[in-house]
Every structure is written in structure tokens, then in C-alpha cells.
């Protein structure tokens, strides 16, 4: 069986400043790890996906994540807030089967001040 | 725009009513889902389509009821619901088999049961 924990569900930061949002899973297998944004009243966008190959992983508007085995988790950074990335941040591990499915973590709502 | 289209976006229905849910994707994907949203809850996964067959159906209530006619469309029939079930619906699609590659989103339909 397959769960994430995130460990903030509220994380707030001044515009400009560093952004981490903290992310440990659980997998009995080696996973995919992804990192999904939801501004509100808008649906989920992927920001970056973890499959086995870098453990330094790139995505959209900035963020990076990178795993780490060792202590299974896959933070999610940003070197400097915008007020733009105020929103709510998941964290989701998938496991090979038939079909995908995703685990979701409960979230992390990321507030970003002037 | 993400690729999945769902309709309406806002949806308020009585107790008693019957209302239907539709998803639409043009990405080639041959698996679609329906999650749930509700509020301070993770993500919760109801039904799985993949190649137009029901994959999955995590103990949902018989009173939501999928139907895939293609595997471009994605319906969720609903009859004699609850207020407790006023919720986001999200739909989403992938490449079946491939747990590396993520799922596309839509923005939701906001279900309110009065």
C-alpha cells in the first residue's frame, strides 16, 4: 500500500522569500511522485513529476522537487515566492499497476504575503 | 484550457432532483476518472475507466452512477443525493499503464445538494 503525508497543511511566506513544502511517502514499490497545484475554483495542474530517472526534478513557474530515498521524502522548492503561487499544493505517489492511480496527500495551502 | 472539459461548472440540485456530470477529453487518453473533493478531506478516488471498461469503483453509493460511451466522454449520473455529497467533482484522464506520466485535470463541477 502507497500514502504521502504532508507534514504543513497551511505554510506562509513573504513575497521574495524561499518556499518549502514538505512531503514523505510511503510505497512498496519504486514510485512516481508528483507535486499538483489547485488555485481556487480551478482544477489540479501538474507541476513536476518524480519517474525514476534524475532525483533533482524541474517543473512549471519555478518549482523543483528532488527525491530522496534515503528518507523518502520529495520536497517541493521555490528560491523566491511570487504572489501568484498562493495556492493549495498536493503531493501524490503512484504505484505501477494495471492502471495508474494516485495517492493523494491532504495538501498544503500556501499563503504568500507582500 | 487543460484538455479536459468539464460541464456544467457550477450545479445546485435538490435532494430529489437528477442531474449528470460531463467529462470530455480530446488527448488520446484511453483511461478517465471522477474524484472527489470535499472540504479538510484528501482527494478520494470514485470510479476508474480504462478502455471504456469500469476498472474501479471505490464503494461509492449506488446513487452516483458513471457511465464512459467512448473514451472520450465521461458521465456521473446523479439521483437522490445528500447534502453531505456537495462537493468539487473532478474529472481527470491518462495513459493507461504508464503511472510515470500523470493525469491531466479538469477544473471541476461545484456540487451543492440543497
Known amino acids: 500500500a502507497q500514502s504521502v503525508t504532508q507534514l504543513d497543511s497551511h505554510v506562509s511566506v513573504s513575497e521574495g522569500t524561499p518556499v518549502l513544502l514538505r512531503c514523505n511517502y510511503s510505497s512498496s514499490y519504486s514510485p512516481s511522485l508528483f507535486w499538483y497545484v489547485q488555485h481556487p475554483n480551478k482544477g489540479l495542474q501538474l507541476l513536476l513529476k518524480?519517474?525514476?530517472?534524475?532525483?533533482l526534478v524541474k517543473g512549471i513557474n519555478g518549482f523543483e522537487a528532488e527525491f530522496k530515498k534515503s528518507e523518502t521524502s520529495f520536497h517541493l522548492t521555490k528560491p523566491s515566492a511570487h504572489m501568484s503561487d498562493a495556492a493549495e499544493y498536493f503531493c501524490?505517489?503512484?504505484?505501477?499497476?494495471?492502471?495508474?492511480?494516485?495517492?493523494f496527500g491532504k495538501g498544503t495551502m500556501l499563503l504568500v504575503s507582500p | 484550457e487543460t484538455g479536459v472539459t468539464q460541464t456544467p461548472r457550477h450545479l445546485v440540485m435538490g435532494m430529489t432532483n437528477k442531474k449528470s456530470l460531463k467529462c470530455e477529453q480530446h488527448?488520446?487518453?484511453?483511461?478517465m476518472y471522477w474524484y472527489k473533493q470535499s472540504a479538510k478531506k484528501p482527494l478520494e478516488l470514485m470510479f476508474v475507466y480504462s478502455l471504456e471498461e469500469r476498472v474501479e469503483n471505490n464503494s461509492v453509493p449506488s446513487r452516483f452512477s458513471p457511465e464512459c460511451p467512448n473514451s472520450s466522454h465521461l458521465f456521473l449520473h446523479l439521483h437522490t443525493l445528500q447534502p453531505e455529497d456537495s462537493a468539487l467533482y473532478l474529472c481527470a484522464s491518462s495513459q493507461d499503464k504508464d503511472p510515470g506520466y500523470g493525469y491531466t485535470f479538469g477544473s471541476g463541477t461545484r456540487l451543492t445538494v440543497v
Open positions: 518524480y519517474t525514476s530517472a534524475a532525483t
Open positions: 501524490v505517489v503512484s504505484e505501477p499497476s494495471g492502471y495508474s492511480t494516485l495517492t
Open positions: 488527448l488520446g487518453h484511453n483511461a
